[in-house]
């Protein structure tokens, strides 16, 4: 059965600090990885997503990689934001018919002015 | 585009008492997905769908909870009677195809039982 850890499970840092999100897995037979950012009270917003073949993806101020192989994926925020306040979720998605997603329990962000 | 709709927001109820949940998918997606989240943790999936067909069912409780899907399009997520550890976010998710790259989520349903 996959699962999937996130560390930490909260961080607080200033204004315009890089910071790294990591998540970890323990099945590494998946299509792909997701990270998601979930606001207060609402869904869940896709961010990035990789898939097994690849390295890492950009976009923005947001970088995600992942080894597969290790079973491991980090999110790096550049120059973070009091708006980048949020929970981030990592999934990832395990192949043959079913391609379920499979979610960590997520890292509560907060970005202090 | 509109996207994932869901109601209500919120639902307050008393143990034992019946609850449902609406879901419209984004026009045109073939796949909804019902999730739990529990607080504090990641989303679950309950149940998935291909069209009317629910193809994914075997994380949803059968014994008091119910899904359907009839015209391939909305779907409702009911459960009865309900228990106090049921008391969860239950999001909907929908996608073009079960293969395909993105889930995209509704706000969810913020359920109370007291």
């Known amino acids: 059965k996959q699962e999937v850890t996130q560390i930490p499970a909260a961080l607080s840092v200033p204004e315009g600090e890089n910071l790294v999100l990591n998540c970890s897995f323990t099945d590494s037979a998946i299509y792909n990885l997701q990270w998601f950012r979930q606001d207060p009270g609402k869904g869940l917003t896709s961010l990035l997503l990789i898939q097994s073949s690849q390295r890492e993806q950009t976009s923005g101020r947001l970088n995600a990689s992942l080894d597969k192989s290790s079973g491991r994926s980090t999110l790096y925020i550049a120059a973070s934001q009091p708006g980048d306040s949020a929970t981030y979720l990592c999934?990832?998605?395990?192949?043959?018919?079913?391609?379920?997603?499979?979610f960590g329990k997520g890292t509560l962000l907060t970005v202090n002015p | 585009e509109a996207g994932v709709v869901q109601s209500p927001r919120y639902k307050i109820i008393e143990k034992k008492q019946p609850v449902a949940f609406w879901c419209n998918p984004i026009?045109?997606?073939?796949?909804l997905y019902w999730y739990r989240q529990n607080l504090g943790q990641g989303p679950e999936l309950l149940i998935r769908?291909?069209?009317?067909?629910?193809?994914?069912d075997s994380q949803l409780p059968k014994d008091r909870f119910s899904a359907e899907r009839l015209k391939g399009v909305d779907s409702t997520l009911k459960i009865q009677p309900a228990e106090l550890g049921d008391s969860a976010v239950y999001l909907c998710?929908?996608?073009?195809?079960?293969?395909?790259?993105?889930?995209?989520f509704g706000p969810g349903t913020r359920l109370t039982v007291t």
């Open positions: 999934a990832v998605r395990r192949g043959g018919s079913n391609y379920k997603l499979t």
């Open positions: 998710a929908s996608s073009r195809t079960n293969r395909d790259r993105e889930q995209y």
């Open positions: 769908y291909e069209n009317e067909e629910a193809v994914d």
């Open positions: 026009s045109g997606h073939n796949t």
